[in-house]
């Protein structure tokens, strides 16, 4: 069971790839980033239980504080040069 969890977020992942290489706006880049990261946390989680090992169970809490962090920022990005244009940004 725990291989089909494995495959399923390599699988997600790949899927992750693909949005990322072709996705044709910034946004859809975005979220095949947060795709990848979250695919990622996952697989570490479950060969975390696999190996019945909690010493790297440390980084999906790290992974998911950089990736919220980063696609909030990535989201305002996006909102403010939809709002004020592809130029500089005057405040």
Excluded: H, W
């Amino acid at each position: 069971m725990i291989t089909v969890a494995l495959l399923a977020f390599a699988f997600a992942g790949l899927c992750g790839v693909y949005r990322l290489l072709k996705g044709p706006s910034l946004p859809d880049r975005i979220m095949a980033l947060d795709l990848l990261l979250t695919s990622l946390m996952g697989a570490v989680v479950i060969d975390a239980v696999r190996r019945q090992d909690t010493s790297y169970l440390v980084l999906p809490v790290v992974l998911a504080i950089i990736g919220f962090t980063a696609t909030v920022a990535a989201a305002r990005f996006v909102e403010d040069e939809e709002r004020f244009g592809s130029g500089a940004v005057n405040r």
